[in-house]
T-cell receptor, first 112, second 113 residues
Framework: GDSVTQMEGPVTLSEEAFLTINCTYTATGYPSLFWYVQYPGEGLQLLLK?????DKGSNKGFEATYRKETTSFHLEKGSVQVSDSAVYFC???????????FGQGTILTVHP | DTAVSQTPKYLVTQMGNDKSIKCEQN?????MYWYKQDSKKFLKIMFSYNNKELIINETVPNRFSPKSPDKAHLNLHINSLELGDSAVYFC????????????FGNGTRLTVT
């Protein structure tokens, strides 16, 4: 079945540091890929998405590129802020009824 | 206006009790979901309904019974609660196509003592 693997956390960075959170997936067919973010005490919010190979999703300074050859969708940001502290989830959708399969989540803490 | 709202936000109860969590969405979406998030933040789908019909049931115990009276509501009833049911339960909705993102509620933290 479909699966998503994210890098182990937690990740702790200083403000303005470069962020990479690795994500790889296993799926039949050509899934859509997503990054969601969960701030403390809240539900998940869509951060960015890509629907086909070589697509780049971007939002709020975050980027991720759909790499079919390496089955990856790594999240990057050039300069993190304290307000980026949250849990980040990589996910894929089976393009049927939109069922999402999530990675295990990566906790990011950014210090001033 | 809150797009996907769940009630209650917190639920503390004893083993063996029966409880319900309600979810409503005002986005006009056709598909609704229940996800369970465990203490390690792992999210797993439980159920999905499309236009009031069950389309996904991910080997969840029979003690969990979803009910969708209309496409804007998807409630979750849990019988004979167990300690292992303690988790955060998220409701979500989407238009139903695979490219469409899900919109999540803020979660219900269930604690079974």
């Amino acid at each position: 079945g479909d699966s998503v693997t994210q890098m182990e956390g937690p990740v702790t960075l200083s403000e303005e540091a470069f962020l990479t959170i690795n994500c790889t997936y296993t799926a039949t067919g050509y899934p859509s890929l997503f990054w969601y973010v969960q701030y403390p005490g809240e539900g998940l919010q869509l951060l960015l998405k890509a629907t086909k190979a070589d697509d780049k999703g971007s939002n709020k300074g975050f980027e991720a590129t759909y790499r079919k050859e390496t089955t990856s969708f790594h999240l990057e940001k050039g300069s993190v802020q304290v307000s980026d502290s949250a849990v980040y989830f990589c996910a894929l959708s089976d393009k049927g009824y939109g069922k999402l399969t999530f990675g295990q989540g990566t906790i990011l803490t950014v210090h001033p | 206006d809150t797009a996907v709202s769940q009630t209650p936000k917190y639920l503390v109860t004893q083993m063996g009790n029966d409880k319900s969590i309600k979810c409503e969405q005002n986005l006009g979406h056709d598909t609704m979901y229940w996800y369970k998030q465990d203490s390690k933040k792992f999210l797993k789908i439980m159920f999905s309904y499309n236009n009031k019909e069950l389309i996904i049931n991910e080997t969840v115990p029979n003690r969990f019974s979803p009910k969708s009276p209309d496409k804007a509501h998807l409630n979750l009833h849990i019988n004979s609660l167990e300690l292992g049911d303690s988790a955060v339960y998220f409701c979500a909705s989407s238009p139903g196509q695979g490219d469409s993102p899900l919109h999540f509620g803020n979660g219900t933290r269930l604690t079974v003592t």
